[in-house]
């Protein structure tokens, strides 16, 4: 009877009461306990208001039942298919919602739809890939962002397939803590050719040169990507260089040329169908290269810069040989280009300019390098030099600080000094038991050269006054003698200076 009522009263009112009712009621019908018949009622008219022509009722409905696992189903499905500022707010959070209802409501909405999806709380696979297919820059960027969606390897290299020339999808990409080597190869494959298209839009270089340039920062980001990567991870990597084409005999060469061995047997081993086992042990050995060469199908004319690279590789790791560093690809290019120094002219002339860029390469890393070394070492010194000023500014500071610290103890003790004469003056004034404090504290506060000498001073002072005193007893015993004993005592003193 209340819902009825309820329903009946909302006929009348404004959109705005309407809204607050509609609030009101699906709060109490989620977080009451309302008996069967009553929730029964609820629920009827809770549905019955999604017939209501004023947007802001139902949105007042979605803001109510948004993040409840206790909402009608039929409410928050209708709610999702609603407009789109009132179906994001149930998309973004509702727990009802299942995978295929989120993999439906982005098929069916726009992109606004999509990037609020994509941005929802442990995205599962099927919506992830869902929206990795269909999804605009936008949303993949969103989807990349999102921390807590489960994305596949494949439908990261999807989303950079479709859409990898955007910069925020790149940095998102990137951003995300399990990428894989593969997917961080693709953005970085994608970033130069996106560089490349930009300097030959500008006429700085031809687009053969541009091909060429963005080719080989491609193959150098995927060696420095596998540089420290387990066999797994490279083993995916070259599965996926060789499905997109990118799996040729100058990146076995170059990986090869770096040192990067791991890299070359797993090549080696994805071409050849050997397992990795199988691979290392013919690399090792003088006579297996040239097997390994032809049963992966790399061109012939490569044959004598493979066997001359890991010639110098075999020597290096026997011991009889010293490759490091910088060094260890600019010997094995060196010994490259001797063995390829007697094939045809026609042969050799694409060998050795493919060595020759290597070589350059090389050069060029290995100055990198000196100039970094040598850069370094010019910073420090540089902070070395401050820090010396700094700490030679800091002594002269103290220095002068301790110099006229000293000045106006020299100049206070020269005041005190000068005060001292008239330190008896108001002795009548000072308490008896007082003075000698007082005075004790003066004399503490003295240097010690000036406390010396007026304690001498003090003591001759004594001295004297003992003098004194003893003179004044004299006289006084000399008064009580009568004069006439005086005067014979005199006359008496007068004849034995006179006799002598």
């Not at 206790?70 to 407009?83: E, F, T």
């Not at 600019?330 to 020759?356: D, H, K, N, S, Y």
């Not at 850069?375 to 103290?398: G, I, M, V, Y």
Request: charged share 25%.
């Amino acid at each position: 009877m209340i819902i009825r009522q309820f329903l009946a009263w909302t006929q009348h009112s404004s959109a705005g009461r309407r809204a607050e009712a509609a609030s009101a009621l699906v709060r109490a019908y989620l977080y009451t306990n309302l008996d069967p018949e009553a929730a029964w009622e609820a629920k009827t008219a809770i549905l019955a208001l999604l017939d209501d022509p004023a947007p802001i009722v139902r949105r007042a409905l979605a803001e109510a039942c948004a993040a409840s696992a206790r909402a009608p189903r039929p409410l928050v499905v209708s709610l999702a298919a609603d407009q789109p500022e009132i179906a994001s707010l149930v998309l973004a959070r509702s727990p009802i919602l299942t995978d295929a209802d989120l993999v439906d409501a982005a098929a069916m909405g726009g992109e606004s739809i999509r990037a609020v999806i994509a941005a929802r709380h442990h995205l599962a696979y099927a919506v992830a890939g869902a929206l990795a297919e269909i999804g605009g820059p936008d949303t993949l960027a969103r989807l990349a962002a999102n921390p807590t969606a489960q994305i596949t390897t494949g439908r990261l290299l999807r989303m950079v397939e479709r859409h990898g020339d955007d910069a925020r999808l790149r940095e998102a990409l990137l951003a995300r803590a399990d990428l894989p080597l593969e997917v961080r190869h693709a953005v970085a494959g994608r970033l130069a050719r996106a560089l490349s298209d930009f300097v030959t839009a500008c006429g700085w270089l031809s687009p053969e040169r541009g091909e060429r340039v963005s080719r080989e920062a491609s193959e150098r980001s995927v060696l420095d990507l596998c540089a420290h990567a387990g066999a797994g991870a490279l083993g995916r990597v070259v599965q996926h260089l060789r499905s997109t084409g990118q799996l040729n005999a100058g990146l076995i060469l170059r990986a090869i040329l770096s040192g990067q061995m791991p890299f070359a047997e797993a090549a080696y081993a994805d071409l050849t169908g050997f397992d990795r086992a199988r691979v290392a042990g013919l690399m090792r050995q003088p006579r297996g290269t040239a097997a390994l060469h032809r049963r992966a199908g790399l061109p012939e004319p490569l044959l004598a810069a493979f066997e001359a690279a890991l010639t110098a590789w075999r020597e290096a790791a026997s011991g009889a040989g010293t490759l490091q560093g910088a060094g260890l690809s600019r010997r094995m290019i060196e010994r490259a280009l001797t063995a390829c120094e007697g094939m045809p002219f026609a042969e050799m002339q694409a060998v050795t300019a493919l060595l020759a860029r290597y070589e350059a390469e090389a050069a060029r890393d290995e100055a990198r390098a000196v100039a970094r070394t040598i850069a370094a070492a010019a910073q420090a010194r540089e902070a070395a030099r401050l820090d010396t000023e700094r700490l030679e500014a800091e002594w002269r500071a103290a220095q002068g600080l301790e110099a006229e610290r000293l000045a106006a103890q020299r100049q206070e003790a020269g005041l005190e000094a000068r005060a001292l004469p008239s330190l008896e003056a108001p002795a009548a004034r000072v308490p008896a038991e007082a003075a000698p404090d007082a005075i004790e504290a003066v004399l503490d506060t003295l240097p010690d050269a000036l406390l010396a000498s007026f304690r001498e001073e003090q003591e001759r002072l004594h001295r004297d006054g003992e003098a004194a005193r003893a003179r004044e007893a004299a006289e006084a015993v000399l008064e009580t003698i009568p004069e006439g004993l005086i005067a014979s005592y005199r006359e008496d003193r007068a004849r034995l200076r006179l006799a002598a």
